[in-house]
């Protein structure tokens, strides 16, 4: 809401570090993420409270995660995460903000940016990335890219969110799987497994996945491909295990050669019990043209239809000038309820 004599704005804010063991604190901030995500997007798909807090303090060797809180009276109003890869991309930093829509237009907005940018300047980072969720068409929608246009953000590249209800019906599955059957069946093969592959599969998947940034529209920003490897793999499905969480990957996999080539992942968040996560998608470049994205697609809605019934809606997001998979969505019935857009700065030497 706008700046009022009885609310005034928080012209010196100063956001400080989270303290991520302290239980208070997290909590706090955790709520304040969570109005700020669920305001007036009813798709939101947050995780619960203690599967989300057993992620921020989860210890990644390859990615440092900060949170940075601006409070008033006590009260968390606002969180910037920052996410800092070690091992790829190691002039970047991730970063998403949010403020508590009861609090917005007063200042903890430009507090947040302020701490991110002096972050980034002590570690050593000069390219900042910043993911905001727009309305799709909604007169709204210039208020954010007014914030971004201020701090001198610069739109990169859009993504559309959509939501696809389930189930699926078998007439619109059905005819997707046997055409694309006909482009895949002579050379390749499909899997789908529940939380994790067979270990044989999963050095190929991981070569795979870290083609993704790669390989995705990402507007004038440089990605190098990332680093998972199947030690990290294994100790992210212990994290998920322990969160609760289920993931089922379908991979499509080269008779000839026995590589993986392909792969799709749908992650069940045990805290939203009715919505799916669309992680990634990819088919290596030397095998695409066979239909292998929507064939893995399909298996693994398939095989998510079959064990969990009770889930209603799968969300994802597509930059729109990725035609082959924004493609593929429309055909599953995806629809779009709102924009993503990454904006970047790339820091000067001054401050």
């Known amino acids: 809401m706008p700046p009022t004599a009885s609310v ?37 798909d947050s995780d619960g409270y203690e599967q989300t807090v057993a992620e921020w303090r989860y210890d990644d060797p390859a990615e440092r995660t900060e949170k940075w809180a601006v409070e008033e009276n ?6 910037t995460t920052l996410w800092m890869s070690q091992h790829d991309n190691t002039d970047k930093i991730w970063a998403e903000l949010d403020v508590h ?16 940018e002096r972050r980034a300047r002590e570690v050593g980072r000069h390219e900042i990335l910043v993911e905001l969720y727009l ?63 067979r270990e044989e599969l999963v050095a190929g998947y991981c070569r795979v996945s870290n083609l ?24 992210y499905l212990d994290l998920e295990r322990r969160q609760g969480r289920r993931r089922l990957t379908t991979v499509a996999i080269e008779k000839a050669t026995g590589e993986v080539v392909a792969y799709t992942d749908l992650v069940l968040p045990y805290g939203a019990p009715s919505k799916v ?22 298996a693994n809605l398939r095989e998510l239809q079959r064990a ?28 779009v309820v709102e924009l993503a857009r990454m904006y970047r700065k790339v820091l000067t030497d001054e401050a």
């Not at 010196?12 to 700020?36: E, G, I, N, P």
């Not at 597509?318 to 998979?325: K, P």
């Open 8 to 44: 005034p704005s928080l012209a010196t804010a100063q956001a400080r570090r989270v303290d991520l063991d302290d239980d208070a604190q997290c909590a706090a901030v955790y709520a304040a993420v969570l109005a700020s995500r669920t305001h007036e997007r009813p798709w939101d």
């Open 74 to 79: 006590g009260d968390v109003i606002g969180v």
């Open 101 to 116: 829509p009861e609090r917005r237009r007063r200042g903890a907005g430009t507090a947040l940016v302020e701490a991110l």
């Open 135 to 197: 309305p799709d068409g909604d007169s709204d929608a210039p208020s954010y890219e007014r914030f971004a246009a201020a701090h001198d953000y610069l739109r990169e590249s859009t993504d559309k969110v959509r939501i696809l209800d389930l189930p699926v019906p078998d007439e619109v599955l059905g005819p997707l799987e046997a055409s694309a059957r006909e482009r895949w069946a002579d050379a390749y093969r499909l899997e789908t497994y529940t939380d994790g592959l």
């Open 212 to 235: 993704l940034n790669v390989d995705a529209p990402t507007g004038a920003v440089d990605f190098e491909a990332e680093t998972l490897t199947p030690e990290r793999y294994q100790r």
């Open 277 to 298: 996560w669309q992680w990634g998608t990819l088919v290596d470049r030397e095998h695409r043209g066979h239909r292998l994205g929507m064939a893995v697609k399909v």
């Open 308 to 335: 969990h019934p009770e889930r209603e809606t799968v969300g994802t997001g597509n930059d729109a000038t990725n035609s082959y998979m924004v493609g593929i969505n429309v055909e599953l019935g995806f629809r």
